[in-house]
């Protein structure tokens, strides 16, 4: 009996090995107001949860648009 050779595939999710430089890049770009976080997280092959994580931990936040606010 021959045993196939097996991938076995994990969740772990990393930032490769990049600099806070290039980590800060990314969340730049995802800040745009018109930017997609699916779209910019698929660019750079992560995933969108890497990128509100990141976002959290590097306190950069998305700009506000002026319809995103509300009036009181």
Same mark, same amino acid.
């Given at each position: 009996? =021959?045993? %196939?050779?097996?991938e076995i595939l994990t969740d772990v999710e990393? @930032? =490769? $090995? @990049?600099?806070? $430089?290039?980590k800060l890049s990314i969340l730049q770009e995802a800040s745009d107001p018109d930017a997609r976080i699916a779209n910019v997280a698929h660019w750079h092959d992560i995933k969108p949860r890497q990128i509100?994580?990141? *976002? *959290?931990?590097? %306190?950069?936040? *998305?700009s506000? *648009?002026?319809n995103d606010r509300v009036e009181t």
């Open positions: 009996m =021959r045993l %196939a050779a097996m990393r @930032w =490769r $090995d @990049w600099s806070n $430089d290039e509100y994580t990141s *976002r *959290r931990k590097f %306190a950069v936040s *998305r506000s *648009r002026p």
